[in-house]
T-cell receptor
């Protein structure tokens, strides 16, 4: 399977704990995006990388959120001191940065986070 | 600022045709994508319009009018498996923006 993969698929944590999610993009894609989605809403942009460089981070993202893509391949998203409002589906997507391909993003299955 | 409007829900009958409209306002507009998402699934890419006009891909077609900041997705010969949420996603600068989506219900 050469699609986007995410791990874990489900995470239940207690408020105040830290969590880390992993995303493995399609191997030839150099763009990687993180989104958050809640019920009845569309994916909300969090941040994106081109290779290992984090090029943009949503202003809505608090300092408790951090993302890395150290070698330009897989990426991790960490949430520190989780709050109940962080409960959501966290989606990762990848795309090529070639002209004409930026609009076509391939999404992983997501990590569903529940904060109790 | 940025805004995106599409109907929250649409209902149609199996075998019929349905159109989902989208109006947008975004900086640095490059084109309009459409994505489909089934319950519990991830969004999947359907189509993209960079230029004005109609793009056809099988039973699905997408239209864009840049001057009107308007687009639509047309689904023909509806099948039950088309029951899903559909997102228009304008591409601005280096990312695409998703709205709340349109929930399509299909009746047998």
């Amino acid at each position: 399977d050469t699609g986007v993969s995410q791990d874990p698929r489900h995470k239940i944590t207690k408020r105040g704990q830290n969590v880390t999610f992993r995303c493995d993009p399609i191997s030839e894609h150099n763009r990687l995006y993180w989104y958050r989605q809640t019920l009845g809403q569309g994916p909300e942009f969090l941040t994106y990388f081109q290779n290992e460089a984090q090029l943009e981070k949503s202003r809505l993202l608090s300092d408790r959120f951090s993302a890395e893509r150290p070698k330009g391949s897989f990426s991790t998203l960490e949430i520190q001191r989780t709050e109940q409002g962080d409960s959501a589906m966290y989606l990762c997507a990848s795309s090529s940065s070639l002209a004409g391909a930026l609009y076509e993003q391939y999404f992983g299955p997501g990590t569903r986070l529940t904060v109790t | 600022g940025q805004s995106l409007e599409q109907p929250s829900e649409v209902t149609a009958v199996e075998g019929a045709i349905v159109q989902i409209n989208c109006t947008y306002q975004t900086s640095g507009f490059y084109g309009l994508s459409w994505y489909q998402q089934h319950d519990g699934g991830a969004p999947t890419f359907l189509s993209y319009n960079a230029l004005d006009g109609l793009e056809e891909t099988g039973r699905f077609s997408s239209f864009l009018s840049r001057s009107d900041s308007y687009g639509y997705l047309l689904l023909q010969e509806l099948q039950m498996k088309d029951s899903a949420s559909y997102f228009c996603a304008p591409r601005g600068d280096d990312k695409i923006i998703f709205g709340k989506g349109t929930r399509l219900h299909i009746l047998p």
